[in-house]
């Protein structure tokens, strides 16, 4: 088959995908579809051509495109989405999926060639973000995401961009406090080394003006950059928390009071430079701690999957409305990849739902008229119309959403090791200190008061606050780098602590999309040359399925072809007559045997075999499943127990796998757990598991495509990366043992410190060595530690 | 809104390339005839104006104001418009510049070898000139801020950020190592003394090779590098960062220059750490711009530009670590004065400036002239030829400098020196100057070639003066909805915007104070120093104009091995009226810190005559025009007046009686010569200098003598 | 050494400066973004018509 050979080489000039048809050239550029055609054409009128030249095939290919973006012509929308508008002009930022290189870059920040009604154009493009200030008065919303729509680059416009939450621009500009206290830690180091170094007779003139000047710097150190530390220590004290900043806010204080009257009253230098050493090292921690990734959002909720309007019909004319405003009664009409917003009856049209986003199950199932369909499914196909029962807010999904696992707060969650140790911490170096205060009072008020103070000093726990977050952030990092993408640092510490693992099925074990469909029955090629026309006929996903899995073929000339809706499709090829279809299609007989998907086959109405389409399981499941002697497995399935046989190898304990589960049953499963005293880990998909992952101590959600959305977990595993999950788990308590460690060494220090202290005369010297050396140390030691735990468990 | 055209200025950037490249070759060849006189002292073709102590400024001059100087416009003035998108603030300021900063550098060529010089290494041109300069650094100022308020491009990019640090230190460096009190239209005096002025020279010398030979050259390949290359930076965070870090402690590693001298032990010690702290953000820099080449080495291979810019950040990641490694006391104990140093700087200079500098021309001609460059193989022949320069220059260099420290520190078994004639050491280093310039001469070569190369590309290309480009305005921030501007933020916090203002007005007042305050100097003075008689006043300056300080030290340091050979260490009290401090930074000959009366007036006339006369085999040049040439007398009067001034405490109306003294103690001097047969007049030159010589550390033995 | 004082002063009098620089760039945004200016910054818009005959735009 030459041609087909021929075909295969040919890639689309536009997103590099190959061609199966010849039917869309331009100036001897191949396209595999009309969408890259049509792009490569607004771009060429244009002369933005430069865009093929930055990059090869730049384009992200538009095969499946028929959005309509109508709805943002309507005000209130329209209102959500813009940031800022004035008179002439608005700015509205979009979050758009497909950037991904120079190319994009060059193109979007030159739209204004494209229409002069768009006057600036800025890519952020670790967030994938574009913000476009345009003249409202030219173009309005709904035409410029039709333009951006044109070149490709169709914005990701969702609910939850109409309902913006408050944006955290740092609030408390950490940056700016590092920044500061680094430039006073620099200079107050400068000038307290002459200290050090020793000053001669002559030069006292210069230890009292270093001193002042030391004075001096430390003010914004104190009152601009510390703040954090005496605020939060406040505001802990008030809910009777002892949490390590306290004793932080006391070291701050101390320090600086310490400094400032050895200084006055010229008795000492003071311990200016000890003080900004350890405001800056800690704020340089509390960075490291907040460092997150911008490549996936954890923040996004079900609002982010469901379409800002729908089109209604009223009195026979199509219109969108907002989905706030969809009722009970609406005719609503949902096009092909349109998701059904509300639970409805199906009234007009060919349903065929994938429910994969609520199930994982890839496979669309048809459903008949009159059947009320659940919110959540994506129709494919073509436009169906349906009557609203239920408002968006009371649907299944939404009410699933709203189940109080969700509204509870994050803080429940298990106490971090660090808060744990620093409670104790700060009551012990409390009644140590004033232990030696009382000790020293009756004999020598001034060495008690010393004593006293520089306990508080050298004690000050810089290198026990900084131990947990660089580690945490080489293991975030790390795993990151492993497409295992963790919410924040404390999820390594719950990923240590559980010992029961929660999996649901499809979706999670097993891979999202068919990737074996088997054929049972014997057919020559000539017969499957016969059915590949009969299905390349149809857009039924089944017979796109089965037409990929037979190759490329020639086509034979069909005639009388027919399609029945949700059961199979029929024609006569080569005088022959073939049907593929259901099995109440073909042999009219509904068979229950199998829950299995099959399209079965009849040449001339010999039943020749039929094709089964399985669900793979994910590789790696082996390791999984060999996870079960050091943790309590269980498996949750939606589904019925077809798949228990396969499955028996994966969980061979009676009574650990559960089918016909619901998600609340599911969430109820993993409370139960709980309530055992069991630290549950739950694996789920998107959003089905959502209600469970909240629930349990750490939901992880398995995806193929880390850009869907993930509700309630706590960190989203690439597809990719499923099989090494075991070593994950053992690298998170490589990271404890590490952190645990690491702070038996900065205890160390302080002892080391404390010795000094408590008999009341701690130089400065000593302590500006102490804690920098101490810190030091601990950075160190956990950035190296945690990199060779990576290595042992081949994760780098 | 319709987006602006605008044209880039290629014409300047050309201009300034073509200095560039002029200069280059000028200050080169003088670089190599001066190192050819340090084993042929015969090369200065026995003239004045060509003699070491007089080219060796001009070589520095040339090479760091001239070449450099041309490079850093001409690649601020090429990226910075294409980086803001906007065309250069003022064609009229770009010409000023332009023709401004080329006058500077005639005027250098012709007071330097004049011997119109204050001394200050890197900074010897005269104020008129200093003048100058502050002028036109302004004019550059104006025009590149003037370009950043025009704007089309919100962002400035991390070179920006290296550009404006570079124009805003050096300013402040310049204007404070400039406080000279002029006595005459060509000659002034440092305002500072002594270690005062050392410190402050070092100050500036240390921050001038740090923010001009490095934070623009950081800008330019922060800028150059990923154009090359055509990939982003390997990680633009780093940069920013390494930025801020760079500038912050940059600052404050001048005293590891003066470092056993007489400065204070604190201050040396300062400047050693911070000089440690250096490393960091200098290798950030360096990683940062290799690993912008990660997965890119197949490109390396072919492509010479980038072969430059690896070589270029290899020489800078050595330099950087060599840098603070002399500051190391034990180690600069070794590496001061010796070659070793003039090897690092050249490391420097060749590899990072100037093979970043060919890399920037060899990209940037062609694309202003539109075409490709001329002969790929004769830039590679560059390379090689270049590269292999900086081989044959530096590892001799190193070889040298070692080998004669160790020689002048050896002491026999009877505790003796090895080595007590300082010639020996000299003698035994010759070789290797002789291969230094040699490799000099290689890279020369090199840079000639690439002018040709350029020449040819240019001729076969034709010039786009105007650039035609295109972007939008920038609109004005407060259209875009920004919640946070930080002050904004300090007034809804009081405190802190009490405290910030508190410590501004506070450092403010105080530095108004600094002038006041410097004037009088806590130095443990010494009773028996006193100010020089007019004579020696006079010889000094001559001792200044011929650049003896360019080879001769005068502070010795406290090692056996410097005490043994040249006397009793250096005080500070004894600089107390040295206006300028002339210790000097290279001891090609001795010290001469104690050189008074250790040898008769007659043996220092014969040696200034002829030095090979008294020692064989000595590489000093011949200064016969010392003996023919008369003393001019006619300055004395202002110059004692203009050292009162500042501090120096000569009896009121000393000017009037100052150069009846002159005559008096010239003519003692002239007839102990006659003694010895030497027939010279007492107005001669060469009498004023060695009423100086043998003055030198006079002062302190006198000190002995009296017990103090 | 009371030079000392000075250069002292000097030095932090310019490090302030370069302070108040970075605050001006965080309050400006100017580190907002420290990713797109690195791929930004490779862009070159090549107009077609570039030449010296044409009068330079002043403004």
């Not at chain 1, 579809?33 to 060429?44: A, I, M, P, T």
């Not at chain 1, 498996?635 to 028996?648: A, I, V």
């Not at chain 2, 197949?298 to 800078?316: E, G, N, P, Q, S």
Request: glycine share 6%.
């Amino acid at each position: 088959m030459i041609k087909s050979s021929v075909l295969e080489k040919t890639t689309c000039y536009h997103c590099g995908d190959d061609c199966t048809t010849i039917d869309h050239i331009v100036e001897d550029k191949h396209f595999c579809c009309h969408g890259c055609k049509s792009v490569y054409e607004v771009l060429s009128a244009d002369d933005l051509c430069n865009y093929y030249s930055y990059n090869e095939h730049p384009g992200v290919t538009r095969k499946q495109t028929n959005k309509r973006f109508d709805y943002l012509s309507d005000e209130t929308i329209a209102a959500g989405l813009i940031d800022y508008r004035d008179r002439h002009i608005s700015i509205v930022t979009f979050y758009i999926p497909q950037i991904h290189c120079s190319s994009c870059l060059w193109l979007l920040e030159k739209l204004n060639k494209i229409n002069p009604a768009i006057q600036y154009c800025r890519v952020d493009f670790l967030k994938k973000q574009l913000n476009i200030r345009y003249n409202h008065e030219k173009i309005n919303l709904q035409q410029l995401v039709e333009l951006l729509d044109n070149i490709g680059y169709e914005p990701l416009i969702s609910l939850q961009d109409v309902i913006k939450k408050q944006n955290t621009v740092d609030k408390d500009n950490l940056v700016s406090k590092i920044a500061v206290a680094g430039f006073c830690f620099g200079n107050v180091m400068l000038l307290s080394f002459p200290e050090y170094f020793g000053l001669s007779g002559l030069e006292q003139t210069f230890k009292h003006f270093f001193g002042w000047i030391n004075i001096l710097f430390s003010l914004p150190i104190v009152l601009y950059s510390g703040t954090g530390y005496f605020v939060s220590a406040w505001q802990n004290l008030k809910n009777r928390v002892l949490n390590i900043d306290f004793p932080l806010a006391l070291g701050i204080a101390v320090l600086f009071a310490r400094t400032v009257l050895e200084i006055v009253t010229r008795t000492g230098a003071g311990f200016a430079d000890t003080l900004c050493g350890l405001v800056f090292f800690l704020l340089v921690g509390k960075f490291v701690q907040k460092k997150t990734y911008h490549h996936i959002s954890f923040e996004r909720d079900y609002r982010s999957f469901f379409p800002v309007a729908v089109h209604i019909i009223e009195n026979g004319i199509e219109k969108p409305v907002p989905l706030g405003k969809l009722g009970i009664g609406n005719r609503m009409v949902v096009r092909n990849n349109e998701i059904i917003p509300a639970d409805a009856i199906l009234l007009k049209g060919e349903a065929l739902i994938d429910f994969s986003f609520v199930t994982g199950e890839s496979i669309p199932i048809s459903k008949t008229l009159g059947e009320i369909i659940y919110a959540g499914g994506r129709q494919t196909g073509e436009a169906i119309e349906l009557e609203v029962v239920k408002p968006v807010s009371q649907s299944y999904l939404t009410q699933l959403w709203n189940n109080e696992a969700f509204t509870r707060t994050q803080d429940k969650r298990m106490q971090t090791f660090n808060e744990k140790v620093s409670k104790y911490f700060t009551i012990v170096l409390l009644s140590i200190a004033f232990a030696t205060l009382i000790f020293w009072l009756p004999t020598d008020v001034r060495r008690g008061f010393a004593a006293f103070t520089a306990i508080l000093i050298v004690a000050c726990p810089c290198a026990l606050a900084l131990s947990t977050p660089f580690t945490m952030s080489a293991a975030l990092s790390i795993f990151d780098r492993n497409h295992f993408y963790l919410k924040n640092v404390a999820v390594v510490e719950q990923l240590a602590a559980i010992d029961t693992i929660v999996m649901d099925k499809t979706g999670t074990i097993t891979t999202g999309t068919v990737n074996n469909i088997k054929l049972e029955a014997i057919l020559t090629d000539a017969q499957k040359q016969l059915v590949y026309s009969l299905c390349s006929n149809s857009s039924h996903p089944l017979s796109r399925i089965i037409c990929h899995y037979l190759g490329n073929m020639d086509q034979l000339a069909v005639s009388g072809y027919s399609e029945v809706a949700g059961k199979g499709v029929q024609a006569h090829i080569n005088g022959q007559f073939v049907m593929a279809g259901s099995a109440d299609f073909i042999l009219d007989c509904t068979d229950h045997s199998s829950a299995r998907t099959m399209v079965h086959i009849t040449i001339d109405g010999k039943y020749m075999g039929y094709f089964a389409f399985l669900l793979g399981y994910r590789d790696g499941m082996k390791n999984i499943a060999a996870l079960s002697n050091s943790y309590d497995e269980y498996l949750l399935s939606g589904d019925q127990d077809h798949e228990k046989g396969d499955l028996q190898q994966f969980f061979p304990k009676s009574s650990s796998m559960y089918f016909n589960q619901s998600p609340q049953s599911k969430l109820d499963f993993v409370q139960s757990l709980q309530q055992n005293g069991n630290k549950v880990m739950m694996i789920g998909d998107g959003l089905n598991d959502s209600g469970a992952l909240r629930q349990s101590d750490l939901g992880i959600a398995v995806t193929d495509n880390v850009n869907n959305f993930s509700p309630g977990s706590d960190a989203i595993l690439d597809g990719k990366s499923f099989d090494k999950l075991p070593v994950f788990l053992r690298f998170a308590k490589d990271t404890i043992v590490i952190i645990h460690f690491s702070f038996f060494i900065s205890l160390t220090y302080n002892l080391v410190g404390l010795s000094y202290a408590i008999t009341g005369n701690l130089s400065p010297l000593t302590a500006a060595i102490l804690m920098p050396l101490s810190t030091a140390t601990i950075i160190s030691f956990t950035s190296l530690a945690t990199h060779f735990a990576a290595k042992k468990r081949q994760l780098i | 809104m319709q987006p602006e055209k605008f044209y880039y200025d290629n014409k300047i950037v050309r201009d300034f390339g073509i200095a560039t490249v002029l200069w280059g070759i000028i200050g080169m060849t003088v670089g190599l005839i001066a190192a050819i006189q340090l084993y042929h002292p015969g090369a200065n073709m026995h003239n004045q104006y060509t003699t070491f102590g007089r080219i060796r400024p001009l070589h520095t001059n040339a090479v760091i104001f001239a070449f450099v100087g041309n490079a850093i416009f001409m690649g601020v003035y090429y990226s910075l418009q294409r980086l803001l998108k906007a065309r250069m603030f003022s064609d009229a300021l770009s010409k000023i510049h332009f023709w401004g900063w080329q006058l500077i550098i005639v005027s250098a060529v012709i007071t330097l070898p004049l011997g119109l010089t204050t001394s200050h290494e890197y900074a010897e041109l005269e104020w008129p000139i200093d003048i100058v300069i502050t002028i036109i650094w302004v004019v550059f100022g104006i025009n590149m801020f003037g370009t950043i308020f025009k704007r089309r491009e919100r962002h400035l990019y991390v070179a920006i950020w290296f550009y404006i640090a570079t124009f805003v230190t050096i300013a402040v460096l310049h204007i404070v190592n400039s406080f000279e009190l002029p006595v005459s239209a060509f000659k002034s005096y440092m305002v500072y003394a002594g270690v005062q002025d050392a410190l402050v020279q070092w100050w500036y010398g240390h921050n001038a090779v740090a923010f001009f030979l490095t934070t623009p050259y950081l800008g330019m390949m922060y800028y150059f590098l990923p154009k090359m290359a055509n990939r982003p930076v390997y990680s633009y965070k780093l940069s920013i960062l390494h930025f801020w870090a760079l500038i912050f402690i940059y600052i404050w590693a001048g005293p590891h220059h003066l470092l056993y001298t007489t400065l204070p032990g604190w201050a040396q010690s300062l400047g050693v750490a911070f000089s440690i702290m250096l490393i960091a953000p200098s290798w950030g820099g360096m990683i940062n711009g290799l690993l912008t080449l990660r997965g890119a080495w197949d490109k390396v291979r072919d492509d010479v530009i980038l072969k430059f810019m690896v070589v270029a950040l290899t020489a800078y990641g050595m330099a950087t670590f060599e840098g603070p490694m002399l500051s190391l006391k034990q180690i600069n104990s070794i590496a001061h004065f010796s070659d070793w140093i003039v090897a690092h700087v050249h490391v420097g200079a060749l590899g990072w400036n100037g093979f970043l500098t060919f890399a920037v021309l060899y990209w940037l001609i062609p694309r202003i002239y539109k075409t490709e460059l001329f002969s790929k193989k004769l830039a590679s022949f560059h390379f090689w030829i270049g590269t292999l320069g900086i081989i044959f220059y530096a590892v001799p260099m190193y070889w040298a400098g070692f080998t004669q420290s160790l020689m002048l520190k050896e002491f026999t078994a009877e505790g003796m020196l090895k080595y007590p004639n300082f010639l020996e050491t000299t003698l035994q280093i010759l070789p290797m100057h002789v291969m230094r310039s040699v490799g000099g001469a290689m890279y020369l070569l090199g840079v000639i070639v690439m002018a040709y190369n350029l020449l040819k590309t240019a001729k076969q290309g034709s010039l786009v003066a105007n650039e035609a480009a295109q972007a939008m305005p920038l609109e004005p921030i407060h259209t875009i909805a920004r919640e946070s501007a930080w002050h904004r933020r300090l007034e809804r916090k009081p405190i802190q915007m009490m405290v910030a203002a508190l410590f501004v007005i506070l450092i403010g007042t105080f530095i108004e104070l600094m002038p006041t305050l410097t004037i009088s100097s806590n130095i443990p003075t010494i009773a028996s120093v006193k100010p020089y008689t007019s004579l020696e006043l006079q010889g000094r300056d001559l001792y200044i104009r011929e650049g003896c300080s360019n080879c001769h030290s005068q502070t010795v340091r406290p090692f056996r091995s410097e005490t043994e050979r040249y006397g009793e260490y250096s005080k500070a009290g004894e600089f107390v009226y040295d206006h300028p401090f002339l210790w000097g930074s290279k001891r090609t000959g001795p010290d001469l810190a104690r050189i008074g009366g250790k040898y008769g007036n007659a043996w220092h006339f014969n040696h200034l005559m002829d030095p090979r006369l008294m020692s064989p085999g000595s590489i000093m040049p011949e200064y016969e025009w010392l003996l023919t040439q008369n003393l001019d007398t006619t300055t004395t009067r202002a110059k004692i007046n203009g050292m009162r001034m500042i501090g120096v405490p000569y009896a009121v109306g000393y000017e009037n009686q100052a150069n009846t003294d002159l005559d008096k103690q010239a003519k003692a001097i002239a007839a102990d010569l006659a003694k010895d047969h030497i027939k010279v007049k007492s107005n001669k030159e060469v009498i004023a200098i060695i009423a100086y010589l043998q003055r030198l550390g006079m002062d302190i033995k006198a000190n002995k003598s009296t017990k103090y | 050494m009371n030079i000392l004082y000075f250069l002292i002063g000097c030095s932090v009098l310019l490090a302030l400066g370069f302070l108040g620089a970075f605050f001006w760039a965080q309050g400006n945004g100017q580190n907002d973004d420290l990713f797109t200016p690195s791929m930004r910054m490779l862009i070159e818009d090549d107009e077609k018509e570039s030449d010296e005959k044409e009068p330079p735009i002043q403004k």
